[in-house]
């Protein structure tokens, strides 16, 4: 008999979604201590964001009373957007002032990050606005080569740290991967063609839990194949996250910590498989400077198995520098980045970073067919340096060197035009 993917994480997505409204008015009506009075803004040095857009993020419009706790908050809250290289906020004689420095947020995408090997090379080239509508919403569109493939996506995202509003994602995408293996001749093209859409529930000050949505389908077939090869079919998923949020974000000294669960049930129509994925994910910046942040990222994730196109990826892109690209397709893995990193101020919104680094972890890879093999570890060690002009949005220069010990010894000079993590 063939098995049906159970209808309970829709429900329950869909009876939060209805509850919601009630949950933010009962933490509203819940009256807290130490309150300021605030009767009026002043907002200084914005350019292309709407004033309003910023108070958005307060917990209750103005005049209110305030918590200093609730100031602070939303202070991380206009800093994270990443539209600002510089954030002040005080109160003043019942005055909320606030002063920014605004980035250019009409910006090419051109990320580059080298590869085990020429054909292995990620590159993207593409545009996107991060502020479009003066309110922190981004619409952008890329063509990127990665995975031995073309690949496109477009998108239009709204911010996620509004405390009253549902933040929507929309996005299509089309990718041609090439599929290989460390022990085996059999390749074949993975090409899937779908959409997503997200909900992201409205971030209330008296938690740093944030809730998302994700409805997401594709159609997937495989061409060119040489040897065996999984079928054809289409997927259809519900994927809802949970995040529990500490992060300050930073262009050069991050501080605090995001902690985020994913539990991916979906079913691969056609061969009427299961497509089941978890996901653990933690990232920390500790500063030990003005200048100086030990920063850690960590993963833990999982596919079922029975299927090498629904894999997990691990090589020097996205894991552990010095690894071969496209290779290892995973059944489980789990790895860590911690990079040491000092800056240096050159100039007004330039700096040069310095940084060393470990990577480290674990992982089981498929076969073609399918079937899981045995635990292995990988582990190096490196340095490198990042050119970091902190009025570009999400850009900068990166070139790393990286000492594989683990499994294989290898030596890897990696170029990037984002920070690895």
Avoid at 122 to 147: R, W
Wanted: hydrophobic share 40%.
């Amino acid at each position: 008999m063939k098995r049906r993917e159970p209808a309970g994480f829709a429900f329950l997505a869909l009876l939060l979604c209805s509850l919601w409204p009630v949950i933010m008015s009962l933490a509203e009506s819940a009256e807290p201590a130490g309150l300021v009075r605030i009767e009026q803004s002043d907002v200084q040095g914005l350019k292309h964001t709407r004033s309003e857009a910023l108070l958005d993020l307060l917990p209750r419009p103005l005049p209110a009373a305030y918590t200093e706790a609730e100031i602070r908050e939303f202070e991380r809250r206009v800093r994270n957007l990443s539209l600002f290289d510089r954030v002040t906020v005080a109160v003043r004689d019942q005055t909320l002032a606030v002063e920014v420095q605004e980035k250019f947020t009409l910006a090419p995408i051109l990320n580059f990050t080298s590869g085990s090997s020429p054909q292995d090379l990620n590159a993207t080239g593409g545009l996107v606005e991060y502020n479009i509508d003066g309110g922190a919403t981004a619409l952008g569109a890329l063509f990127n080569y990665s995975q031995r493939g073309a690949n496109v996506e477009v998108w239009l995202s709204q911010h996620a740290y509004s405390p009253t509003r549902w933040a929507k994602e929309i996005k299509g995408a089309y990718n041609n991967n090439g599929i290989r293996f460390a022990e085996s001749s059999t390749t074949w093209d993975r090409r899937r063609m779908g959409g997503e859409f997200e909900l992201k529930a409205p971030f209330w000050y008296g938690s740093p839990l944030r809730f998302e949505f994700v409805a997401k389908v594709y159609r997937e077939e495989i061409q060119e194949a040489k040897g065996a090869h999984p079928p054809n079919g289409t997927y259809i998923g519900l994927i809802p996250e949970v995040t529990w949020d500490r992060y300050h974000w930073h262009d050069l000294v991050p501080k605090g910590y995001r902690l985020s669960l994913e539990l991916r049930p979906g079913y691969f129509l056609g061969p009427n498989q299961n497509r089941h994925e978890g996901r653990i994910k933690y990232l920390q910046g500790i500063p030990l400077g003005d200048m100086t942040v030990l920063m850690i990222n960590a993963t833990a994730e999982a596919v079922n198995a029975g299927n090498a196109n629904h894999s997990l990826l691990l090589g020097s892109q996205v894991g552990i520098r010095g690894l071969s690209d496209n290779l290892l397709r995973n059944h489980a893995q789990t790895y860590a980045n911690v990079e040491f990193r000092h800056a240096f101020q050159l100039a007004p919104r330039w700096a040069l970073q310095v940084v060393g680094f470990s990577d480290f972890g674990a992982y089981q890879t498929f076969t073609e067919d399918g079937k899981v093999k045995s635990w292995r570890g990988a582990v190096n060690a490196g340095g490198g340096a990042r050119l970091i002009p902190t009025f570009l949005s999400n850009t900068l220069l990166r070139v790393d060197y990286a000492r594989l010990m683990e499994p294989i010894p290898n030596t890897l000079v990696q170029v990037g035009i984002t920070q690895y993590f």
